[in-house]
């Protein structure tokens, strides 16, 4: 059974920084794209980041500059980065592996004003 583990979410003060971690199970991580995603309420989910198992990545317009996505693969784990919160980023944040179309349980983050 493939299990995603997501942790370090919690609750920020705006202009504060987290590290969100994303512990994967199995074989599938190394050649796998892996991805953030979050679920602001009454929002639709919402890609933040990725990165496939070279390296490159790509971020939503409204997190380029503030967060980053990094994976390492011999812990078969992948971690986003996030600085400068703000309110907006308010949500559940999912890990999410796209071979196998696997899911994380969410992780909350709450950034307060």
């Known amino acids: 059974q493939v299990q995603l583990v997501e942790s370090g979410g919690g609750l920020v003060q705006a202009g504060g920084s987290l590290r969100l971690s994303c512990a994967a199970s199995g074989s599938i991580f190394s050649d796998n794209v892996m991805g953030w995603y979050r679920q602001a309420p009454g929002k639709q989910l919402e890609l933040v980041a990725a990165?496939?198992?070279?390296?490159?990545?790509n971020y939503a317009d409204s997190v380029k500059g503030r967060f980053t996505i990094s994976r390492d693969n011999t812990k078969n784990t992948v971690y986003l980065q996030m600085n400068r919160l703000n309110p907006e980023d308010t949500a559940v944040y999912y890990c999410?592996?796209?071979?196998?179309?696997?899911w994380g349980q969410g992780t909350q983050v709450t950034v307060s004003s």
């Open positions: 999410h592996a796209d071979i196998g179309d696997y």
């Open positions: 990165i496939t198992s070279g390296g490159s990545t």
